[in-house]
């Protein structure tokens, strides 16, 4: 099944309410061309408190990271999603989860980014991007040299960097271009089946398909 397929699905749009609290929406151009005029992605701006970021590029329907919400109470928790429908259901889940510390935002993450402030965010995931091998596609890339960068940027000394992926290609190649950037260091590497912590994993390896995954910290200045 393709990987846009698992985009479709009926949602109940969340009340007002429900998106005032929960969520935040840019706009490409706004993203763009006036970033310096936008809030910050902060704990202090988007939760009232000064505590640990965690975020999720590409949370999708925010299961992942809801149930960290849950059982990290005193961290704050921002995801990002392009896909309105995956964020309605995030914040749907998210209500009826009754957590308080968690905010999905709407827009291309690797735009968005660039409202974190450098050294704020205390943890970074990236789970199940599309992976795209293809020279042609790379413009699709949700990982490139650049949003490398932007990662590094805005990780704390000592942040971790959480990359998990489907497509063992994709993650060879992706490895190789960390070790090359020297950005980071690698803490652990793992192959395997866990039993689903997102929707895209139990999907894939109900077809026998492992998930490979690596934690990469974020070193001190050399």
Not at 22 to 38: C, I, K, N, T, V
Not at 41 to 50: A, D, H, N, Q, R
Not at 117 to 144: C, G, W, Y
Not at 154 to 174: C, I, N
Request: charged share 30%; hydrophobic share 40%.
């Amino acid at each position: 099944m393709a990987r846009v397929k698992l985009k479709r699905f009926r949602v109940k749009e969340p009340s007002a309410q429900a998106k005032a609290r929960y969520m935040r929406s840019y706009s490409g151009r706004d993203l763009h061309f006036r970033p310096a005029e936008l809030p910050p992605i902060t704990s202090e701006e988007l939760f009232g408190v000064s505590a640990p970021l965690v975020l999720d590029l590409g949370c999708g329907r925010g299961e992942f990271l809801t149930r960290q919400a849950q059982q990290r109470p005193s961290d704050c928790f921002v995801g990002f999603d392009w896909h309105r429908k995956s964020i309605w259901d995030a914040i749907n889940r998210a209500e009826a989860a009754g957590v308080d510390n968690v905010r999905f935002v709407q827009a291309d993450f690797r735009q968005a980014l660039r409202l974190v402030p450098e050294n704020a965010a205390a943890e970074v995931h990236m789970l199940f991007p599309p992976p795209i091998l293809k020279r042609s596609k790379r413009k699709q890339d949700p990982l490139t040299e650049r949003a490398l960068r932007e990662l590094h940027r805005v990780l704390a000394v000592g942040g971790l960097f959480h990359f998990v992926t489907d497509s063992e290609p994709y993650f060879r190649l992706k490895l190789a271009m960390i070790a090359q950037s020297d950005l980071f260091e690698l803490e652990t590497e793992a192959h395997g089946f866990e039993g689903g912590q997102t929707r895209f994993q139990r999907f894939w390896e109900q077809f026998n398909i492992p998930t490979h995954r690596a934690v990469l910290r974020k070193p001190p200045p050399r």
